[in-house]
């Protein structure tokens, strides 16, 4: 019966034991994942001029896609849907012809809108990390930042 009992005691500290390195080996694997690309992916809006940006019930969450095709823009400016076109040389971007539909939304989602055309008016530098893309104007000020969202 005292074998059995070490027996289990043991096999209980081995399985606490991989668990704990499994948890460990999980964080460093999404500590060190690699880059998403900036072409061809859902980014969505998370931060603008360093607040955070909310999606409002029934309305589309602020959202851009830079389509490799013609260099096209799309997306969604929270309120609006959101067209363009854009230019990349290394880590510098520029954006032109943004335009958007014009309904009119709730005071918050304007405001979004509005502080989002504003700021891709202003971006000159791009920068991707991880999940994470960050748009910068003049100074190396952060404009906006972007979480990207696997569709599928």
Request: glycine letters at 6%; aromatic letters at 8%; hydrophobic letters at 40%.
């Amino acid at each position: 019966m005292k074998k059995r009992l070490t027996l289990y005691g043991f096999i209980g500290a081995l399985l606490i034991t991989a668990g704990c390195s499994s948890a460990a080996m999980d964080s460093h694997e999404t500590a060190h994942r690699p880059d998403e690309t900036l072409i061809n992916t859902y980014w969505r809006l998370v931060r603008l001029d360093g607040s955070p940006v909310a999606t409002h019930e029934n309305f589309r969450e602020a959202h851009m896609v830079l389509h490799q095709e013609a260099s096209r823009l799309a997306g969604n400016s929270g309120c609006n849907k959101l067209m363009g076109s854009y230019r990349v040389v290394s880590e510098r971007i520029t954006f032109s012809q943004v335009a958007t539909t014009k309904m009119a939304c709730p005071a918050p989602q304007m405001k979004t809108e509005q502080a989002f055309l504003a700021a891709l008016k202003q971006v000159t530098a791009w920068s991707v990390n991880g999940a994470t893309l960050v748009l910068t104007g003049d100074n190396n000020k952060t404009l906006a930042a972007f979480e990207a969202v696997h569709l599928y």
